[in-house]
């Protein structure tokens, strides 16, 4: 089982930059890919990216890329999320998760959720 803690969200202006982080903890060697997905009110929660166990291999939603991106420090068990050029459209909770799984961005197949991290940007 995989403990996840999301951290750094907050409330950014359009066109700001945010940061967020994700550690994890516990049987950690049994995942692939981490990934972050994000879920605005009254909307199902969406894919945005994920990265393999290495990092070296990264995959995005057409809506961030060019503007967000994902990496990951192993030896901190720890995987980010950049976010630039920030847009109201990206308000959200943002939720990290795991899979065994690379180059999926169905829900279905990522788990192990974190709590989740507010992110609010205003226009």
Do not use: H
């Amino acid at each position: 089982q995989v403990q996840l803690v999301e951290s750094g969200g907050g409330l950014v202006q359009a066109g700001g930059s945010l940061r967020l982080s994700c550690a994890a903890s516990g049987r950690t060697f049994m995942t692939n890919a981490m990934g972050w997905f994000r879920q605005a009110p009254g909307k199902e929660r969406e894919f945005v990216a994920a990265a393999s166990r290495s990092g070296g291999s990264t995959y995005y939603a057409d809506s961030v890329k060019g503007r967000f991106t994902i990496s990951r420090d192993n030896a901190k068990n720890t995987v980010y999320l950049q976010m630039n050029s920030l847009k109201p459209e990206d308000t959200a909770v943002y939720y990290c998760a795991v899979s065994t799984l690379y180059g999926s961005s169905y829900t279905a197949d990522f788990g192990s959720w974190g709590q989740g991290t507010q992110v609010t940007v205003s226009s």
